[in-house]
């Protein structure tokens, strides 16, 4: 099956800044995929490159078949391709259907209304068709904006941070139901955003990257629990890395207790190694031998994320219901329940979610 978006090792300068590094990643047909990593890691520049906005240095990339850049290039208007934008970027001098119509003039006029008409109702936005911009809040207006992406039926959509300028709670539902119009039509989109769990949310497929790298490409389970390395590992979630050592085929010692893996670690007995401990893999019992002083502590509603010192100084977070009552100073009880080992080489570079230099 051929991939409806193929990038393969493209490279992007402007001038002698290498911005976009050897990057590879493709999206099947109606798979949503989102672009994830830290300020200026080339998340948008990459965005661009697809759409046709930035000429590439090397490599290619193809869409439904086709080479839009590498051997030959083909201008953004005849890519296929719709946008959504950070600011929505609608005519604010249109009406709504005005707007969604902007791309696909040359339809008979029955045939425009009805898909209009078709594209409100997937928005669920009927009846607003006569109103202006102005007129709708914030999320109505990427609803819009997203219609009139979709309204000249591209082959792909791409989106560049589309909820960014909403409130938290609204993007958390915008994005579920974007995920499920495009699901429903089999639209293939990729999207850039900062906000990872946007981007667990939304994508199918995942790709971190860092300072212009794809350092992994993946599901978001994947992303998640089997990071490829310690940038991965470190920008996704609030992992702590600490110290351990091999110390017999599958057994792991470190400060919270020996840990025994089910596969074959790769790594040799006696070797030290970085263990990646998440906040929900450390609970609270006061009944468990191992202890931690409680350093910091940040409600969270449902729960309570505190910062602990463990015995031997190592510091790691701990995820506890927020009925727990327990001050900053004191001492409690903690186990660990790792379910998905972690392990990296000890040498390892933890420089995971470092600002990328520009
Ligand atoms: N037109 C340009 N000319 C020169 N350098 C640029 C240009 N556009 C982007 N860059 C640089 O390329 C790098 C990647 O920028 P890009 O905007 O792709 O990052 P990003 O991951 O989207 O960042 P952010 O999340 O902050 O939007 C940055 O170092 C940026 O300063």
Known sequence: MTALLEVKNIDKFYDQFHAVKNVTFSLEKGEIGCLLGPSGCGKTTLLRTIAG????ATGSISIAGQMVAGEQTIPPERR???MVFQDYALFPHLTV???IAFGIEQLSSGEKSKRIADLLKTVELEGAGNKYPHELSGGQQQRVALARALAPEPKLL???????????????????????ILKARSITALMVTHNQNEAFAMADKVGVLSCGCMEQWDTPHSIYHHPSNPTVAGFVGEGVFINASITEKGHIQCALGT????????FDNGAQAKLLIRPEDVIHNDD????AEILSRTFRGPNILYKLKLDNGEQILSLVPSHH???VGQRIGIYQEVEDLVLFPADSSMDAGQQCPR
């Open 288 to 291: 468990s031998p191992y202890g």
């Open 97 to 99: 259907s005005e707007n």
């Open 53 to 56: 906005f930035e000429d590439l």
């Open 158 to 180: 791409l989106m560049d941070e589309p909820f960014s300028n909403l409130d938290v709670a609204l993007r958390e539902n915008l994005s579920t139901e974007i995920r499920e």
């Open 325 to 327: 009552q327990h001050a």
């Open 259 to 266: 840990l025994k893996a089910d596969t074959d670690l790769n």
């Open 80 to 82: 296929n391709i719709g």
